[in-house]
């Protein structure tokens, strides 16, 4: 049985971060829907390995590797994809990281690596893959936001900063690139079992709360955010832009 909308043949998927955790979920998602996918990071040798596992499963894999921090470099990366593997149809921007402290004591050096890893990789690589999509007058762009970009909580208010600008930069590009033909998307996880947030799975006390706080009664797990991103990916979301998809177990109903 055929399910065009959800069906990714043909299309290549360039998804940043991907050597682990929500990233390494998207690409294999998208993988599984028929996508070739291009693992991206700045670690080579664990590129090259996350991708021998996915080429060992019959998946069509690529590496691109590039600093997506770097202006110059996402550029030229961008552009040997398009011209030594194939064109982009899909990009994920997911690279991000975190870091906590109280705000007061908040280093000014964190500060700016958070804003270049989660907000400027966006609209480095975003910028870099639209303007081929523009050439061909077709293209999906997902972008990462999260649950911070509505929620704050101690201790990240320069993370929920971050993701708030993702959201926003989501729906910018919308505004300058939906006449191309391109749809331009954000997917905003709630809490999941990744590396980036294992030092909260394994507090009892904040699982507990966390537990408590959404609806879902319970930690999501990265396999869960597979069919967003199929939807985003595909033909069944071609009258979707400048959304953001909430995967939460609810926890934004609750403000």
């Known amino acids: 049985m055929s399910f065009p909308l959800f069906d990714l043949s043909g299309r290549r998927a360039l998804v940043t971060g991907s050597s682990q955790g ?5 690409a294999s998602g998208l993988a599984q829907h028929g996508a070739s996918v291009v693992l991206n990071g700045r670690d080579r040798a664990k590129l090259e390995a996350t991708a021998r596992a996915l080429r060992d499963t019959g998946y069509d894999v690529a590496v691109g590797v590039f600093d997506v921090t770097d ?3 996402v550029k030229r990366g961008v552009d040997e ?9 899909i990009l994920i921007n997911n690279a991000g990281m975190q870091f906590r402290t109280p705000l007061e004591d908040f280093p000014a050096e964190h500060w700016e690596q958070l804003l270049k890893t989660n907000v400027s990789s ?6 870099a893959v639209a303007r081929h999509m523009i050439k061909r007058g077709a293209g ?8 911070q970009s509505e929620l704050a909580r101690p201790g990240i208010a320069p993370y929920t900063a971050t993701k708030g600008a993702v ?10 690139w939906a006449k191309y033909g391109i749809q331009i998307n954000a997917i905003a996880p709630g809490y999941f079992k990744t590396p980036l947030n294992q030092a909260l799975v394994d507090n009892a006390e904040f699982s507990s709360w966390l537990e408590k706080r959404t609806p879902a009664a ?5 396999d869960e955010l597979i069919g967003a991103a ?6 069944g979301s071609s009258f979707v832009n400048g959304h953001t998809l909430y995967v939460d177990g609810g926890i934004t109903t609750c403000l």
Do not use: H
């Open 22 to 26: 929500i990233g390494l979920a998207l």
């Open 71 to 73: 202006a110059s470099a």
């Open 81 to 89: 994809i398009e011209a030594a593997i194939g064109p982009i149809d």
């Open 122 to 127: 966006v609209f480095y690589v975003g910028q």
């Open 140 to 147: 999906k762009i997902i972008n990462i936001a999260s649950v």
């Open 167 to 176: 959201k926003n930069l989501t729906r910018g590009m919308c505004a300058d």
């Open 218 to 222: 319970r930690w999501g797990d990265v």
């Open 230 to 235: 199929v939807f985003l990916s595909g033909k």
